[in-house]
């Protein structure tokens, strides 16, 4: 089974969940042949101070593990909820500004080049763009591709 909660506490005593859900197989197209895991990276109250390079570390290890351990393509949707960001970043969306994140976790943690990460943005005037990443292991990047270019309303109406 690929459903897993892994929980995190800081150092601070922050409380995390870092959730892996696999998508039903309704939802996608036949054509897929690995499983897709949503991940949910979930915090258990707000946080006034987050040291996020060791919390970010912590969240890119367990990732790199579980995609170590499993060969599947990983979802992650950066979600609009509120966010702290520094003066620097206040002109971006909180979406983009968790999107900015979660890149240079993965760049950090992929320092090899075993793994890609596709970055997409369906952009939505109304709401806010929409950030979403996918990632396997550079053995998938077919599937990844296959995704972006011919499904994503699949993941759009996630």
Avoid: W
Avoid at 4 to 17: H, S
């Amino acid at each position: 089974m690929l459903d897993r909660i892994i929980p995190y506490i800081t150092v601070e005593g922050f409380q995390y969940l870092i959730k892996f859900t696999e998508f039903n197989k309704y939802h996608l197209p036949e054509t897929f042949i690995l499983p897709i895991v949503d991940i949910t990276i979930e915090v258990m109250e707000t946080p006034n101070q987050i040291n996020n390079g060791k919390t970010l570390f912590h969240f890119s290890s367990a990732i790199q593990q579980f995609l170590d351990e499993n060969n599947v393509v990983l979802y992650f949707y950066c979600s609009n909820d509120p966010i702290t960001k520094n003066k620097n970043r206040q002109n971006i969306s909180d979406a983009q500004f968790r999107s900015n994140l979660f890149c240079k976790m993965f760049e950090k943690k992929n320092l090899n080049n075993d793994f890609i990460c596709e970055n997409i943005i369906i952009k939505d005037p109304h709401n806010g763009d929409h950030h979403i990443h996918l990632i396997s292991k550079l053995e998938n990047e077919i599937e990844i591709k296959t995704i972006v270019n011919d499904s994503l309303p699949y993941f759009e109406n996630k």
